[in-house]
């Protein structure tokens, strides 16, 4: 039977935790950029009727770590209109090809056309001699294989299809495209959106990075050489967002502090805050020597960036030496987190476990430097792994290293190799010390200090160390997997573990969930009275002669600094109104 109903399934699989069960959340964390592009380049597609115009095309989307995908329901879908269209597996890095696969095997069997894109194909396409097994295995069932950027080559597939002619392997990994004026950017309806914990949703601004680290895909996956959005281009992306309720952003690029254009777009939103009207804010991410950049960091915040990333990785010169990652200058990460400080800005880091010179004691002993000396709001950690499209994985295959063959491990949360100095056990137990190390209640409080002195809502920032704090002992998941209320699906399990029965599944899920949330009220309530305990300290004593001495004497000399320009401002405002001045 042939449809006039082309239908186009767009998943973003998840993957499995150590039960093997999919994770997956009543809210997730953040919409998917990669989702959000392809998404909006089908609707495109769809609105110019490519397939001509007694063609509809139909385009569904889904997030699997917040919706659950129905094979049942799917199947039938494509036996209802002929099997007419195909299921795009979207972004899938090396930790979701388990799950796609698991998804696209059913589909396959049923005579549905799968495409699998994202990351670990484009990667592995791009950086190894030979196919790996895993993408063989895909070709060898008749799914599809899509390695680049989609902007260029949607319609091109999309017509394929619709003349069932999809080839084995589409591979434009050596044509990048440009994405400064693209007429469909990222871009996902406000209900989806609303499937994750709030109302902030994601773009890239430019693609691409000129550094080498070698334990990275981006450089061997998006290209050595940046492209970036017109101001044009993100206005557009910001307006249409704006206009359906959506006003906070995260901006993917891994840098974008290194965008060429990033003054430009700053006026441009600038101009959409204080002229227009528009509160919109962001999340960026940074490389540790932008405070270099004149006016970088004061033109962020009067663009409403509130949250930034840092590329910390580590402070042991050799180990950042050892990953080709020059740009980081150990003695700026205080200057550099001093200066977000005094804008404000909350500022995030991630620090990367199992370097060649790491041992449990070096970085027991580094995290105390890290605690001590550098005034981060929040730190999260990572076991260097080496993920398909890395130099790291390039060059230990090519050795014949062994490396863990299951995909669904390469999450940055599990060790998949081997190190120098430990075991791999002493290695895994070293990355969970980590976040029991940085997070006590003693830094913790710390921290809250901190920012309650540098002008941060500390109400904000316990939300944070809530999710970061509790994740990992908690939920037993990094913080960037995790979500508001896990939810379990008894059949959703991966294929080789046994599927439990009906009543010790329910009984077991109840179970883990009141204890989850017990773990995590009790998490809350005692943040909650730190906040209360810096709140009524009284501001004026932050920034008294007798408390800079004494945060000279602790040796505090962030807290002096803040203090110091705290108690400027207050001269400031102070003067202002004497003076009749409106603040």
């Known amino acids: 039977m042939q449809s006039d109903r082309f239908q186009i399934v767009l998943?973003?699989?998840?993957?499995?935790?150590?039960?093997?069960?999919?994770?997956?959340?009543?809210?997730?964390?953040?919409?998917?950029?990669?989702?959000?592009?392809?998404?909006?380049?089908?609707?495109?597609?769809?609105?110019?009727?490519?397939?001509?115009?007694?063609?509809?095309?139909?385009?569904?989307?889904?997030?699997e770590t917040n919706a659950r995908v129905s094979m049942k329901s799917l199947i039938k879908l494509f036996e209802e209109h002929g099997r007419f269209g195909f299921v795009g597996l979207v972004g899938v890095q090396s930790n979701e090809f388990p799950r796609a696969m698991d998804i696209a095997r059913p589909l396959r069997a049923a005579g549905v056309d799968?495409?699998?894109?994202g990351f670990h194909v484009s990667g592995c396409l791009s950086m190894l001699p030979e196919m790996p097994a895993d993408l063989?295995?895909?070709?060898?069932?008749?799914?599809?294989?899509?390695?680049?950027?989609?902007?260029d080559h949607m319609v091109d597939l999309i017509k394929d299809a619709g003349h069932r002619s999809v080839r084995p392997i589409y591979n434009f990994m050596n044509q990048l495209p440009g994405i400064d004026e693209v007429s469909a950017p990222p871009f996902l309806d406000k209900a989806f959106v609303k499937r994750t914990v709030g109302n902030v949703t994601s773009f890239d601004a430019g693609r691409g990075c000129p550094y080498q680290c070698s334990f990275c895909t981006i450089i061997n996956v998006q290209g050595r050489k940046s492209r970036f959005r017109s101001p044009d281009s993100v206005e557009q992306i910001i307006r249409s967002n704006w206009e359906q309720g959506i006003d906070r952003f995260f901006i993917t690029d891994d840098n974008f502090a290194?965008?060429?254009?990033?003054?430009?777009?700053?006026?441009?939103?600038?101009?959409?805050r204080e002229a227009d009207g528009l509160d919109v804010r962001f999340m960026i991410q940074?490389?540790?020597?932008?405070?270099?950049?004149?006016?970088?960091?004061?033109?962020?915040?009067?663009?409403?960036?509130?949250?930034?990333?840092?590329?910390?990785?580590?402070?042991?010169?050799?180990?950042?030496l050892a990953a080709k990652k020059r740009q980081n200058k150990l003695t700026e990460y205080r200057n550099m987190l001093?200066?977000?400080?005094?804008?404000?800005?909350?500022?995030?880091?991630?620090?990367?476990?199992?370097?060649?010179?790491?041992?449990?004691?070096?970085?027991?002993?580094?995290?105390?430097?890290?605690?001590?000396?550098?005034?981060?709001?929040?730190?999260?950690?990572?076991?260097?792994?080496?993920?398909?499209?890395?130099e790291d994985h390039q060059v230990l295959a090519t050795k014949g290293v062994a490396m863990d063959g299951d995909m669904n491990l390469y999450d940055l949360e599990h060790v998949v190799t081997d190190h120098p100095n430990m075991t791999r056990a002493d290695w895994q137990r070293m990355y969970l010390d980590a976040w029991q190390q940085f997070y006590t209640d003693d830094h913790m409080r710390t921290i809250l200090r901190r920012a309650h002195?540098?002008?941060?809502?500390?109400?904000?920032?316990?939300?944070?160390?809530?999710?970061?704090?509790?994740?990992?002992?908690?939920?037993?998941?990094?913080?960037?997997?995790?979500?508001?209320?896990?939810?379990?699906?008894?059949?959703?399990?991966?294929?080789?573990?046994?599927?439990?029965?009906?009543?010790?599944?329910?009984?077991?899920?109840?179970?883990?969930?009141?204890?989850?949330?017990?773990?995590?009220?009790?998490?809350?309530?005692?943040?909650?009275?730190?906040?209360?305990?810096?709140?009524?300290?009284?501001?004026?004593?932050?920034?008294?002669?007798?408390?800079?001495?004494?945060?000279s004497d602790d040796g505090d000399e962030e807290l002096m600094l803040y203090s110091q320009t705290q108690a400027a401002q207050a001269a400031v405002q102070r003067e202002r109104r004497s003076a009749g001045v409106a603040s």
Request: proline share 6%; with cysteine.
């Open 258 to 272: 290194r965008n060429s254009d990033w003054e430009a777009i700053y006026d441009r939103i600038i101009k959409l």
């Open 338 to 390: 001093l200066a977000w400080k005094a804008q404000g800005v909350m500022t995030f880091a991630g620090y990367i476990l199992g370097f060649p010179n790491d041992t449990p004691v070096t970085v027991a002993r580094d995290l105390q430097v890290v605690k001590d000396e550098l005034p981060l709001d929040a730190l999260e950690f990572f076991v260097l792994t080496p993920l398909p499209g890395s």
């Open 114 to 117: 799968v495409v699998i894109g």
């Open 11 to 63: 998943i973003k699989p998840s993957h499995y935790d150590a039960d093997g069960y999919v994770i997956q959340w009543f809210r997730s964390t953040m919409p998917s950029n990669s989702l959000a592009v392809v998404s909006a380049l089908a609707h495109e597609a769809a609105s110019k009727q490519v397939l001509g115009p007694d063609t509809k095309i139909d385009v569904t989307t889904i997030d």
């Open 453 to 551: 002195a540098s002008g941060i809502d500390i109400r904000r920032l316990m939300i944070v160390l809530l999710w970061f704090s509790g994740a990992v002992p908690v939920e037993r998941l990094h913080p960037l997997q995790a979500g508001i209320f896990r939810r379990k699906h008894r059949l959703d399990r991966r294929p080789d573990f046994p599927v439990e029965p009906w009543l010790k599944f329910h009984i077991n899920y109840l179970k883990e969930a009141v204890g989850k949330q017990f773990a995590l009220f009790d998490r809350w309530r005692k943040l909650d009275r730190m906040c209360r305990e810096v709140i009524r300290e009284d501001p004026d004593r932050l920034y008294s002669d007798k408390a800079l001495s004494a945060a």
């Open 286 to 320: 940074v490389d540790t020597l932008c405070h270099k950049i004149p006016n970088f960091i004061e033109k962020s915040k009067r663009a409403g960036v509130t949250r930034v990333f840092i590329g910390l990785e580590n402070i042991n010169p050799d180990n950042l």
């Open 136 to 151: 063989k295995e895909a070709c060898d069932l008749g799914i599809t294989l899509f390695a680049g950027e989609s902007e």
